[in-house]
């Protein structure tokens, strides 16, 4: 008997800038699908904490931030009671600890203020990692940033040399490479957030979607999945 997994990644709300529509989507996906394990990552902005120049008006929105998030976590654990749900680590949950060090540094060894206990995850069983490695595929938020959809996910995979996914890029796409040893691939699984956020200038080239790794046999198979006019294609399955 055939025996399969699905692990789906859902990254990149940022919020308070977020998608609505996009986010209860891709939860709704979640709990028809019912993962064995869902990865997130970069849920939170920590928008009032950056080193960047930011809104002053927005100055006392970091506690609703962080309100907003633990909502859409309890009840993404509500919808997937028996999943596996891994936080990673990422470049905006580290604004927190480099405004520590630099602004309030006497505030800094408190354990009220460590990314477990602010976030509450112990509360709904999520791991905090700073990577994650699943049956030959690496899962990390991202360190390369190029300027295309798959370029990115080219580079990640020159520097890991390893099948994998990421996010960090807002960007959907899939990298494809052969070797003696193998086929291998690395996927940027898009994001969850606005592509009109009041910070940009332009258009952005994001792309709204997110990924899911299908393991049959503990074989992984890469899947990209687009939410485009906010509905998601799965097979014959429509999810509105």
Not at 140 to 155: C, E, L
């Amino acid at each position: 008997m055939k025996k399969s997994e699905l692990l789906v990644r859902l990254n990149d709300l940022h919020i308070p800038f977020h998608d609505e529509k996009v986010v209860e989507l891709q939860l709704k996906f979640c709990k028809e699908l019912q993962p064995e394990i869902i990865i997130i990552d970069e849920w939170h902005d920590f928008y009032v904490v950056s080193k960047y120049d930011t809104n002053p008006k927005r100055h006392h929105a970091l506690q609703e931030e962080i309100d907003i998030a633990e909502k859409y976590l309890a009840r993404l654990r509500k919808y997937c009671p028996k999943a596996r749900i891994i936080l990673l680590d990422s470049n905006h949950l580290d604004r927190l600890r480099k405004y520590l060090w630099s602004m309030a540094r006497a505030l800094s060894s408190l354990k009220a203020l460590e990314i477990e206990e602010l976030l509450n995850l112990r509360k709904y069983n999520v791991e905090f990692k700073s990577d994650f490695t699943y049956k030959g595929v690496f899962y990390k938020h991202g360190t390369v940033v190029r300027k295309f959809s798959a370029y990115t996910a080219k580079g990640e995979f020159e520097k890991e040399n390893m099948s994998g996914v990421s996010g960090h890029t807002h960007r959907l796409g899939l990298y494809f490479h052969t070797l003696r040893s193998g086929q291998y691939w690395w996927m940027e699984s898009g994001c969850a957030c606005k592509l009109d956020a009041e910070y940009i200038e332009g258009v952005a080239n994001w792309q709204q979607g997110f990924s899911a790794v299908k393991y049959l046999n503990d074989k992984p198979y890469p899947v990209l999945i687009p939410t485009k006019d906010y509905q998601i294609i799965w097979g014959d399955k429509v999810i509105k």
